[in-house]
């Protein structure tokens, strides 16, 4: 099993990145999603998917970020809109080995993360 994150950058509040992550050897009927991490603070889920390709996302960034999955090429990518300081972070790409009945957005449902790919937002 292999995640291979990108599309990390330093942008402007109201600005917009994709990140993209390359999926190899996981089950695309389990869970997987995006989280991050900001210095000092636990990791927290962002966005999810399920086999149907249900999403479910954090409060803070409903509305903002588009989940979705290329079941062709094996892409997992977040879009984020109107970015904000608040979403500095780490994000990492997460993926399941074992299959639930419903997504969570608690990273201990996942096993398989990728390195992390800084995005920095500055006001």
């Known amino acids: 099993v292999q995640l291979l994150d990108s599309g990390g950058d330093s942008v402007q509040a109201g600005g917009s990145l994709t990140l993209s992550c390359q999926l190899s050897?996981?089950?695309?009927?389990?869970?997987m999603g995006w989280f991050r991490q900001s210095p000092g603070k636990k990791r927290e889920g962002v966005a999810i998917i399920n086999s149907a390709s249900r999403t479910s996302y954090d409060a803070s960034v409903k509305g903002r970020f588009t989940l979705s999955r290329d079941n062709t090429k094996l892409t997992l990518d977040l879009r984020m809109d109107r970015l904000q300081p608040e979403d500095t972070a780490t994000y990492y790409c997460?993926?399941?080995?074992?299959?639930?009945?419903?997504?969570?957005?608690?990273?201990?449902?996942?096993?398989?993360w990728s390195q992390g790919t800084q995005v920095t937002v500055t006001s």
């Open positions: 997460a993926a399941s080995r074992l299959r639930w009945n419903s997504c969570f957005l608690q990273e201990g449902y996942y096993h398989h």
């Open positions: 050897g996981v089950n695309l009927d389990f869970c």
